[in-house]
Every structure is written in structure tokens, then in C-alpha cells.
């Protein structure tokens, strides 16, 4: 793992979209892994300015979303495709319907996550997979305590997470799904790509397990300890509890 502690927000959207922009200078149709919550805004906003300033096109690119809540109706402001229909897609020039998700409006969810997998499969997977990190270590939505080779499924969000993204839902845990669907840790691992993005004295924890820690299902990021190709880019706030 490469592991970069940058001064601000700001510069670790500069580099994280400074890989973004390599990868689509060489695969103009790459297929891009994108994450939800705040991490990833300012890179975001990034990709953006520079979508506008000409420096970058998403026109040949195909995205896959992380995750997504189950429980929330079609065009609600924190379901995940609004959210990053509003944040990226509308904001570059990527092709309306080219950013897919998992069908979390599907009566059978289990085949609506088996399907994903299948389409992310076909696609060739991610060439490079934005991440943020919970409190807790999870990436995607799998908490701790879930297999490490697991692939798209249901997923029970920890109270911990409920009570972390309560902040989207108005202060309000109780408004926040209890259930998702997500990507599993052995799909996020088959992107070529991870670039994880961390701020705040929050993820402090998390992002010391990661760089420091054993490989564990306790702490679920750790499994990207064994890829061959991740980044991760923190503040110092996010770096504080290194020992090293
Ligand atoms: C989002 C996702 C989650 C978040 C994580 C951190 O699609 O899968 O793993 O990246 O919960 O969220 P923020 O960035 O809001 O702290």
C-alpha cells in the first residue's frame, strides 16, 4: 500500500483525481468505482473543474457505485444514486445511465446483488475504485465481522454507521436503513485501483488499523493490505493515532 498524509481536503482531491485523470489519458472508456458520504465531495468537485476546464472527459466512462441504502424510495436526496447523480454524474459529461448501482427497489434483493455482480463482472470490474472508510473500518457497507471474500450482497448496517450517517438524516438515527446492498471486499478487491481518501480525527482509528494493524474481519479495510495497487491519502487528523 502507498500512504500519503497530505495537509488538507483540497490536496488530497488534487491527487486522488491526478489518478483519475492518468487513467482516463491512457483508457478514455475506463470503468470507475465511486463512493457516497463526504470523503470523496472535494474530489468530486475536483473532477468537475476539471471536466469543465477540458483537461478530462468521463464521456467513454462507466461507472459502479459502491453501495446503496435499502428503504429509500426512488429520487430520495440521500438514497445513493441521487446522490451521486447529483455530486458527479450531472456535473461531467458521463452519459446519462452510466453510472450504475445496486437495484436496492428490487423485491428479490438477493438476485438484484447477484445481477450486480454479474454486470460488474462483465464490465471487466473497476479499473480504479474510489473508497472512503467508517469509523468502524468499513469500506463499502461491509462492517466489521463479515467474511473478507465476500461479493455483492445484503448487507446490516452497524449501529455505529446509523449513528455516523444520522448527520445526512437531519440528526435523526432512527430515519437512517438499517439494511443495504453492497459491493462484497472480494469485488472491491478485483478493481486494478484503490484509491481510499480519510479525514478527521474520526477515522483516526480506522486508518491506524489499516496502515499498522493485522489483516482482520474485526477491522474490514485491512483487507486491502493484500492489493497490489492501493493508495491512501489522509489529513493528519486522519494519520494522528500512527504509531510509526
Ligand atoms: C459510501 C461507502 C462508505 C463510506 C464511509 C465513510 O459509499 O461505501 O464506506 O465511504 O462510510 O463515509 P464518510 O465519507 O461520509 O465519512
Wanted: proline share 5%; net charge negative.
Amino acid at each position: 500500500m502507498e500512504f500519503i498524509v497530505l495537509d488538507h481536503a483540497e490536496a488530497i482531491a488534487q491527487k486522488a483525481a491526478d489518478a483519475i485523470e492518468e487513467l482516463l489519458a491512457s483508457k478514455p472508456n475506463a470503468v470507475l468505482g465511486t463512493a457516497t458520504g463526504s470523503s470523496p465531495l472535494p474530489l468530486y468537485d475536483e473532477l468537475a473543474a476539471r471536466c469543465a476546464a477540458g483537461r478530462i472527459s468521463f464521456a467513454g466512462v462507466t461507472g459502479f457505485m459502491l453501495d446503496e441504502y435499502v428503504g429509500l424510495p426512488e429520487g430520495h436526496p440521500e438514497r445513493y444514486a441521487t446522490f451521486m447523480e447529483r455530486n458527479l454524474r450531472s456535473r461531467v459529461d458521463m452519459r446519462p445511465g452510466a453510472l450504475h448501482g445496486p437495484d436496492a427497489l428490487a423485491e428479490d434483493l438477493e438476485a438484484a446483488c447477484a445481477a450486480y455482480e454479474e454486470q460488474m463482472r462483465a464490465a471487466g470490474y473497476c479499473d480504479l475504485q474510489i473508497l472512503g472508510i467508517g469509523t468502524d473500518g468499513h469500506i463499502g457497507f461491509n462492517e466489521p465481522g463479515g467474511p473478507l471474500d465476500s461479493r455483492t450482497h445484503v448487507g446490516v448496517l452497524a449501529e455505529q454507521t446509523r449513528r455516523d450517517n444520522a448527520r445526512f438524516f437531519d440528526g435523526d438515527v432512527d430515519a437512517v436503513p438499517t439494511h443495504c446492498l453492497t459491493q462484497g471486499l472480494a469485488t472491491i478487491m478485483e478493481a486494478r485501483k484503490l484509491v481510499l481518501i480519510a479525514t478527521g480525527r474520526n477515522k483516526a482509528e480506522a486508518i491506524a488499523q489499516l496502515i499498522e494493524g493485522e489483516v482482520s474481519a474485526d477491522w474490514p479495510a485491512t483487507v486491502m493490505q493484500r492489493h497490489s495497487d492501493a493508495l491512501v491519502l489522509v489529513d493528519p487528523e486522519a494519520a494522528s493515532l500512527l504509531s510509526r
